[in-house]
């Protein structure tokens, strides 16, 4: 397992879910009074979740000579999106505890 294999991908994947993710929050999000960092939470869950399906999606459709490249070098996508997945769990989670830290003293 050659875990600059994992991070390359990842790096295309992340880039794009952070724009898209953006947009789709800011459509969504609706403000609460109570919630004084609404588009944050919003932002966060989307990251994780469609965001990330509908990027891995468009990745999936736009470049297929690369998924032939990694599936040739031996590598699974199912292991491609666990990572992707999972590091995108790890990444929000640290920041939306920063942010719940540094935002609500």
Known sequence: MNPRI???YYKKLFWRNLILSGFIA???????????????????????????????LAL???EKRTKYMYYNMGFSFSRFYLFGFLFNLLLVGIVFYSVQKLWMR
């Open 6 to 8: 994992y991070w390359y």
């Open 60 to 62: 999936h459709f736009t």
């Open 26 to 56: 800011a459509f969504i999000t609706f403000p609460n009074p109570s919630d004084s960092i609404a588009f944050f939470n919003t932002f966060s869950f989307v990251f994780i979740s469609g965001g990330y399906a509908l990027t891995v």
